[in-house]
């Protein structure tokens, strides 16, 4: 069965970074997009960034442009979110997702758990 | 700020059916990009509930249908249960953004 499996979250001080990962097991890793989508506390669903099968295009919220990237290594199986400069309103759960469907209609058919970043000082 | 918006809450007894609207814009929805549901129990992770504006996933109770036209898309809930208690969210693309957007979300209560 698809299992995603996120790590990485904790607290921060603002400015500083953290790099989240995403483990993937149950699919054949290599084929499938990977989404990152965040939830504020007692807020709705963000989507953050989503990077290709081969890892050939990314595409981030504009609110995370310049300071996030979304990488893979497709030999871990794993899914990975540098986050630098961050800010209080990064505070969020933070769920990886596999992508389906093609980029401009696709959808998200598998959810990690979630892990907590929390930006305070 | 969300650019699909939904109604922030809706409520139904037991059996009774319920709908959840999701309105978007000539660069999202009215574009032609399909819409996407999302159930999100309390405490838990989001689980997809309709993709391609109307299909259930394998498991997903019949129960639950989606809609689109125009630029809006609804889910419908029939038969309303306790279990259906959570948020449910629309996602579909922008083009004006480059991006995927989700709904404002609505929260279901059953009485």
């Known amino acids: 069965q698809v299992q995603l499996v996120e790590s990485g979250g904790g607290v921060v001080q603002p400015g500083r970074s953290l790099r989240l990962s995403c483990g993937a097991s149950?699919?054949?890793?290599?084929?499938?997009?990977m989404h990152w989508v965040r939830q504020a506390p007692g807020k709705g669903l963000e989507w953050v960034a989503v990077?290709?099968?081969?890892?050939?295009?990314?595409y981030y919220v504009d609110s995370v442009k310049g300071r996030f990237t979304i990488s893979r290594d497709s030999s871990k199986n794993t899914l990975y979110l540098q986050m630098n400069s961050l800010r209080a309103e990064d505070t969020a759960v933070y769920y990886c997702?596999?992508?389906?469907?093609?980029?401009?209609?696709?959808?998200?058919?598998?959810w990690g758990q979630g892990t907590l970043v929390t930006v305070s000082s | 700020q969300s650019v699909l918006t939904q109604p922030p809450s809706v409520s139904g007894a037991p059996g009774q059916r319920v709908t959840i609207s999701c309105t978007g814009s000539?660069?999202?929805?009215?574009?032609?990009?399909?819409v996407h549901w999302y159930q999100q129990l309390p405490g838990t992770a989001p689980k997809l509930l309709i993709y391609?504006?109307?299909n259930r996933p394998s498991g997903v109770p019949d129960r639950f249908s989606g809609s689109k036209s125009d630029t809006s898309a609804s889910l419908a809930i029939t038969g309303l249960q306790a279990e259906d208690e959570a948020d449910y969210y629309c996602?579909?693309?922008?083009?004006?953004?480059?991006?995927?957007?989700f709904g404002t979300g609505t929260k279901v209560t059953v009485l």
């Open positions: 149950g699919f054949t890793f290599s084929n499938y997009g």
């Open positions: 996602q579909s693309y922008d083009s004006s953004l480059s991006g995927y957007v």
């Open positions: 391609g504006n109307s």
């Open positions: 000539s660069s999202n929805i009215g574009a032609g990009y399909d």
């Open positions: 997702a596999r992508a389906r469907g093609q980029w401009l209609v696709g959808h998200l058919d598998y």
């Open positions: 990077i290709w099968s081969d890892g050939s295009n990314k």
